[in-house]
């Protein structure tokens, strides 16, 4: 059967670089820009948009996805790549150990892959650096930045698996990666697969 | 400078006993019966009420904690209970490297000592499994036991510390014990530290 790591995280987190960096270890894939080019081909939709619709709400007001962009039979665009994005993951569990990042891959797999579910994350001031590091300076303050995009993510968490985003009983193991360091994380992972 | 490691954990969970493993293991003190042992002697109470007041609300009901047992001036029982127990806790940092299960030793160390912040959990399954061969059966069924004592704790926890009980970003690491096992636990830890 193959072994599927799943790396839910904080924005800012490190949780992609620590995603890779375990993979490359470990001699398996990992899955996180592929599958947004993947969700692109098969949906029709631009990366670009796909990127940010299949792990965010729309608007960051908690009451707001349910009724955003709603066809007249009630589904949305969001529903309509949940739905693809729910196929290719389970297409990709069955095709090979890999890790995957993101994507509420935790939750798709839960009952049909042997998976480790992993949940990254680290404090307020860590994540602000490390998004200015990696990503550059925008208009918004880093600190706005992370808690809406904490935020939009939890809120599309909780809409799609009805399971509160964060809770480290939904996971096997969850990681400070601000305190430990991203290569301690990628050791502890690397050694538990 | 000391190193504690604070265990949280679930009841069932088998967060205690991993403590007391990394610690041999470690070769430092683990507290637990001994921190409930001191708390008896300092607050003049019997060991068997601490045990039950420092951990745990005294009703499962999620607003009766504020009020319940409280003198004229507004301190209860357990608020006495609370400033013991900080106190001990604070001493025994500054005494020796060691290990601490429980007592929201995670919380009162937080700004005074070189913390490893650890929760253990567990699915119900494997809990009520545990709690029926540690402890044996009683008249409530375990799970029953489970949900009322996970209860009590977390209002308890919340209470004093204004944190949620079991949110992942509260430690540096947390872990299920269910599916690592009990061993890989300690192992994981021992290395951490």
């Given amino acids: 059967m193959n ?3 799943t790396i839910s995280r904080e924005f800012g987190s490190g949780g992609r670089t620590i995603g890779k960096m375990t993979a490359e ?3 398996i894939p990992c899955y996180d820009q592929e599958l947004i080019t993947k969700l692109a081909e098969k949906s029709g939709f631009t990366a670009e948009y796909v990127k940010e619709r299949s ?3 729309e608007h960051a007001g908690w009451f707001s996805n ?3 962009g709603r066809s007249l039979d009630g589904t949305s665009n969001q529903d309509y790549l949940w739905v693809i994005q729910r196929k290719i993951l389970l297409e990709l569990s069955e095709q090979e150990s890999c890790v995957i990042v993101g994507r509420c891959a935790d939750y798709v797999l839960r009952d049909h892959a042997d998976c480790l579910r992993v949940f990254i994350h680290a404090d307020m001031e860590k994540r602000a650096d490390r998004i200015v590091r990696v990503y550059g300076e925008t208009k918004d ?3 706005k930045r992370l808690r809406e995009k904490d935020r939009r ?3 599309y968490y909780q809409f799609y698996t009805d399971m509160e985003w964060g809770k ?3 996971y096997h193991i969850s990681l400070d990666s601000g305190t430990l360091g991203i290569d301690c994380c990628v050791e502890l992972l690397t050694q538990l697969y």
């Fill in 3 to 5: 072994r599927i790591i």
């Fill in 25 to 27: 270890r470990l001699g």
């Fill in 55 to 57: 792990e965010y709400t």
């Fill in 66 to 68: 349910a009724f955003s």
């Fill in 141 to 143: 303050a880093p600190k």
């Fill in 153 to 155: 993510r939890a809120v």
């Fill in 168 to 170: 480290a009983q939904n």
